[in-house]
C-alpha cells in the first residue's frame, strides 16, 4: 500500500469516531470564517469596508446594505477566532481528507473576494493612490497623495493622506499599471489590483501544491497553511495587501533554481524589503557550492540594485522611518512604556531596535538549532518567523510569508506558535481603520490592541523562546541526531 494511499484510508476508517466529527468541526469552523470573510465585503461599505467611489455596476460589486459597525466587527471577530481554532483543530486532528478539495475551495474563495471590496483596512486605497501618481508622472516616494487632493484616486486615501510610499518599486510598478487600467475611476483601480493578488494567492496555492506533490501529510497542511487558511483569505484575500505579492515572488523564488531564484528574490525584495530574510534560505543551502551560489546572490543583488536605482535611494526613506516605529499591539509597546514612565517622554528607538535585534538572534538561533532538518525553505521560516516575533513594528497581514515558508517546511509545532500569533494580533485589529470605530467599541483599541494583545504576545514570544531551547537541547542529546551544528 502506498503512503497516500494509507493515509487516505486512516481518515476513512474513522469515519464513525470522535475524530471524524471533531475533524468535521474543525473544516466546519474554517469554512465559516471563509463564509463570515465573504459576507463582510458582500454587504458593502461599513466600518471594516471603505467606500470605492464610483458606478455600482463596476467592479468591485457588493449589496451595499450599509450594515452597522458593531455587526460586521461582531463579524470579523467571528471569523478570526473560528479561523484559528478550527485551522489549529484541522492541523493537529489525524483526520486526513483529499487535500484537493481545501485546495479548490481555498482558491474560489480567493477569486469570489476579488469581485468583493476589499475590507479589513483601508491599504488598497493608498495602493491606488500611489499607482496613480506614478501614472500621472510624479514620484510616489516624494509626492504624498495630500499633494492631489482634487484627483478623484488620490483623494479618495482616508488614513496616510500626508505619507510617501513605503512599498518596494515592484509593487508601485504593479500599482501604476493597475491606475493605468483603472484610469481616474477608483473602484476599477481597485478592481485590477484585486485581480493582481488573486492571481498571486491562487499562484502560489499551486506552487505549494506542486512542491508539495511527493508527500500527502505536507500536501495536506501545506493547502491548510495556505489555500485554505482562514485567516490569510481574510488578511491577504479579502483585506488584498501587498505582501501577497511578495509571497508568492518568494515561494516561486525557492521553487527555482540559478539565476531564476535570484531574479524572484530581488522581484519580491522589489515589492517589500523585509522579504529579503527568505534569501538567507537559498544561501544557507548553497553554501558548499560558491558557484550556484554566486549566480543566485548575483542576479538577486543586481536584479535589486536596478529596480531601486529606477525608483532612487530616497525610495528607502519611508522604510527607514518604519524601522523606527513601534506598533501598538506589539510587546516592544510595554517596553516604551515602561522606559517612558522610568526616563521620561522620547521614543527610545535605538534602545528598542537595539533589544529586537538581540531577541530576534536568541529567537533563530535556538530554532535553528531545533529546526528538523536545515532545508532553504525550513531556515528561511526560522529566520521570518523570528523576524515576526521579535518585530517592533508588526501587523497580521505580515504573517502570510511565515505560513507560506512553514508550507514548504513542515514544522507543526512552529505553525502551532504562528497561528496562535495571527489569531491573537488579528484581535487587536479589529477593525484595523480607526475613522469608523464607533464611541463605544474604544476599548477594541484601549483594551484589546494596547494591553491584552500586547501581553499576550509578550507571553507567547516568551513561550517560543522557551520551547525552541529545549527543543534544540533535545535534538542535540538525542543519540545518532543529524542536526547540524550552527
Not at 467592479?59 to 478550527?86: C, W
Not at 511565515?402 to 496562535?420: H, I, R, T
Not at 520551547?467 to 542536526?483: D, E, L, Y
Request: proline share 8%; charged share 10%; net charge positive.
Amino acid at each position: 500500500m502506498t503512503r497516500e494511499a494509507s493515509v487516505v484510508d486512516r481518515g476513512r476508517g474513522r469515519t464513525g469516531g470522535p475524530t471524524r466529527w471533531s475533524a468535521v468541526a474543525a473544516y466546519g469552523a474554517m469554512g465559516l470564517s471563509a463564509v463570515l470573510t465573504v459576507l463582510i465585503g458582500l454587504l458593502g461599505p461599513s466600518a471594516m469596508v471603505p467606500r470605492l467611489p464610483g458606478p455600482s455596476w463596476h467592479p468591485p460589486y457588493s449589496l451595499q446594505a450599509d450594515p452597522g459597525p458593531h455587526l460586521v466587527i461582531a463579524m470579523g471577530a467571528a471569523a478570526i477566532l473560528l479561523g484559528g481554532a478550527g485551522l489549529a483543530a484541522a492541523l493537529r486532528s489525524p483526520w486526513r481528507p483529499d487535500p484537493r478539495w481545501p485546495l479548490m475551495a481555498g482558491c474560489a474563495v480567493a477569486a469570489l473576494l476579488a469581485l468583493l471590496p476589499p475590507s479589513g483596512s483601508a491599504d488598497h486605497l493608498n495602493y491606488a493612490a500611489y499607482g496613480r501618481l506614478a501614472a500621472l508622472g510624479h514620484d510616489p516616494y516624494a509626492v504624498t497623495p495630500a499633494e492631489l487632493p482634487a484627483d478623484p484616486v488620490t483623494g479618495a486615501v482616508q488614513e496616510w493622506t500626508g505619507v510617501t510610499s513605503v512599498y518596494g518599486p515592484v509593487a508601485t510598478a504593479v500599482q501604476a499599471l493597475a491606475s493605468l487600467a483603472g484610469g481616474d475611476s477608483v473602484r476599477l483601480t481597485v478592481f485590477a489590483m484585486a485581480l493582481v493578488n488573486a492571481a498571486a494567492f491562487i499562484g502560489t496555492a499551486l506552487l505549494l501544491h506542486r512542491l508539495t506533490a511527493g508527500d500527502p501529510e505536507l500536501r495536506l497542511r501545506a493547502v491548510l497553511l495556505w489555500a485554505a487558511n482562514p485567516l490569510m483569505i481574510y488578511h491577504l484575500s479579502a483585506g488584498m495587501h501587498v505582501d501577497t505579492l511578495a509571497v508568492a515572488c518568494m515561494v516561486a523564488a525557492l521553487m527555482a533554481g540559478g539565476a531564476r531564484s535570484g531574479l524572484l528574490l530581488g522581484l519580491g525584495i522589489g515589492v517589500k524589503l523585509n522579504a529579503g530574510l527568505v534569501a538567507l534560505g537559498p544561501a544557507w543551502e548553497l553554501r558548499r557550492s560558491p558557484a550556484r551560489l554566486a549566480v543566485v546572490a548575483g542576479t538577486a543583488t543586481a536584479t535589486v540594485a536596478a529596480v531601486y536605482a529606477l525608483a532612487g535611494s530616497h525610495a528607502f526613506d519611508q522604510v527607514s522611518a518604519a524601522s523606527r516605529k513601534v506598533s501598538l499591539a506589539t510587546p516592544w509597546q510595554l517596553v516604551k512604556g515602561g522606559l517612558q514612565g522610568v526616563f521620561g517622554p522620547g521614543a527610545y528607538s535605538a534602545w528598542i531596535q537595539a533589544g529586537s535585534l538581540i531577541l530576534l538572534a536568541a529567537l533563530a538561533w535556538a530554532m535553528l538549532r531545533a529546526v528538523p532538518a536545515r532545508t532553504a525553505p525550513a531556515v528561511a521560516a526560522v529566520l521570518v518567523v523570528a523576524w515576526l516575533f521579535a518585530a517592533p513594528y508588526a501587523l497580521p497581514w505580515y504573517d502570510g510569508l511565515a505560513f507560506a515558508l512553514l508550507a514548504m517546511a513542515s514544522w507543526p509545532a512552529l505553525e502551532g506558535f504562528m497561528v496562535a500569533r495571527v489569531t491573537v494580533l488579528s484581535l487587536g485589529y479589529l477593525p484595523a481603520r480607526e475613522i469608523l470605530r464607533p464611541a463605544d467599541l474604544e476599548w477594541t483599541k484601549t483594551l484589546l490592541r494596547e494591553t491584552a494583545v500586547p501581553w499576550t504576545l509578550l507571553a507567547l514570544t516568551a513561550a517560543l523562546l522557551w520551547w525552541a531551547v529545549r527543543a534544540a537541547t533535545r535534538a542535540h542529546r538525542r543519540p545518532g541526531s543529524a542536526a547540524p551544528r550552527p
